[in-house]
């Protein structure tokens, strides 16, 4: 485990001189300076190890782009393959059109797709589409969809970037286009839409996690109120998506936004997103200038080729619901053995932890640190962790839990 004199620590303390936060992602500072690993040097399977060689069974999975493990040969081998063969051309490769292939047979709502590096950066191609195509500007969003939340006043941001001052440098005039409303409830939905609906050219929603099963209702009829009022419908199945099902969430609950935009899970790790959806829509982007250069980078483009074959041959879906029930029902059973207010809800594949009392959250996972088990507020589980490892986990967390209410 890192404590203020590990390798990890005193190397992480360095970097904060040149890399601004020390880490590019907020959610990924560590933030516990006796017990959080400050440094991750390596992966495999379901397990990482810190720079001072300490092994943890991990639920952080990157944050969530791990779907099938750490350095899984069969995802390497695709892209050591490619690398032979170079990176990125002047020029599209044949790979992108192939995997964009896979993609509308795979995906619902995909008529159309094109590529992007990042979550966020999909989500803002979507919204300039959904503009152009309504000639309306106004965006109503529910959860995170990716840093430019930060241009609504009222957003939902994750711990790392809600404890800064995200609105600082959004003109009022923009944060007024962008307005976030809440999941699961239609109602403040119907209300906003009976005022405003005709200024909103799209909704972008990201499923709540803790209570993801609204969705069942509430999606749907959201779907509806959009199409009442020519609103375009933009899902974010940035998590969802190669987890509820590879359509993610309007696949599982059987709805049909206008685009959807997809990025960690669909190739291990590998830096993708897309952007897809209907065929008009998307084959506006050129005529938008939504352009990037490594949109068809083609080792990310490799991994997802042998991402989507490995979800097809292995069954993947199936075992991270599996392994992710096994996980929460161990967890929940401590919980209750330690008298700890404090749960794991929502769907197995992306559950949340749930605390009745904010000051119990870092003392827990500070605890599962120094016993080898690495969390995250969504802990999710990946193709590599089996039944062993999610025992072993469980094992783990017991003596977290031991360590704590005994004050030891
Ligand atoms: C649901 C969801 N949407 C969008 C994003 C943004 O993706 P990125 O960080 O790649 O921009 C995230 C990232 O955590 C996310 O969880």
Not at 199 to 207: L, N, R
Not at 266 to 281: E, F, Q, R, V
């Amino acid at each position: 485990m890192s404590n203020v004199e590990s390798v990890s620590r005193k190397q992480y303390q360095r970097s904060l001189a040149y890399l601004a936060y020390g880490s590019s992602t907020s959610s990924k500072a560590p933030i516990m300076e006796d017990s959080e690993p400050a440094l991750i040097a390596k992966g495999k399977g379901c397990r990482v190890w810190d720079l001072d060689g300490n092994e943890y069974i991990d639920f952080r999975n990157g944050l969530g782009p791990v779907t099938l493990g750490y350095a899984v040969e069969e995802i390497n081998q695709a892209i050591s393959e490619q690398l032979k063969c170079g990176i990125v051309f002047g020029h599209p490769h044949p790979l992108e059109g192939e995997v964009a292939e896979g993609l509308v047979n795979a995906i619902p709502c995909a008529e159309r797709v094109r590529f992007l590096k990042t979550g966020g950066e999909a989500v803002a191609a979507c919204v300039k589409i959904a503009r152009n195509a309504t000639g309306r500007n106004k965006i109503l969003n529910c959860g995170y969809n990716g840093w430019l939340n930060t241009l609504s006043l009222s957003a939902n941001c994750p711990q790392g970037i809600a404890l800064s001052q995200p609105s600082n440098g959004v003109p009022p005039e923009v944060s007024a286009l962008h307005v976030s409303l809440p999941w699961g409830d239609i109602d403040p939905w119907k209300d906003y839409f009976e005022h405003n609906g005709k200024d909103v050219a799209a909704v972008v929603i990201a499923s709540s996690y803790p209570d993801i099963e609204l969705g069942k209702v509430f999606l749907p009829a959201l779907r509806k109120l959009t199409q009442e009022y020519g609103v375009l419908m933009i899902m974010d199945e940035i998590v969802t998506g190669f987890r509820l099902a590879i359509g993610g969430a309007h696949e599982y609950f059987d709805f049909m936004p206008d685009m959807a935009v997809f990025s960690k899970g669909m190739a291990n790790g590998m830096p993708i997103s897309a952007y897809l959806g209907k065929g008009d829509l998307i084959d506006s982007a050129k005529s938008l200038g939504i352009s990037s250069t490594f949109g068809g980078e083609t080792l990310s483009l490799a991994a997802m080729k042998a991402v989507l074959q490995f979800y097809r041959e292995k069954d993947v879906i199936k075992h991270l619901w599996d392994t992710g029930r096994s996980f929460m029902q161990r967890v929940n059973t401590l919980f209750e053995k330690y008298g700890m207010a404090a749960s794991i809800e929502g769907f197995p594949v992306c559950p949340a932890f749930q605390f009745k009392d904010p000051a119990a959250v870092l003392p827990f996972y500070g605890a599962c640190y120094r016993n080898g088990l690495s969390l995250y507020c969504v802990p999710y589980v990946n193709y590599s962790h089996k039944e062993a490892d999610i025992a072993e986990a469980a094992e783990r967390m017991e003596r977290a839990l031991k360590e704590l209410t005994n004050g030891q």
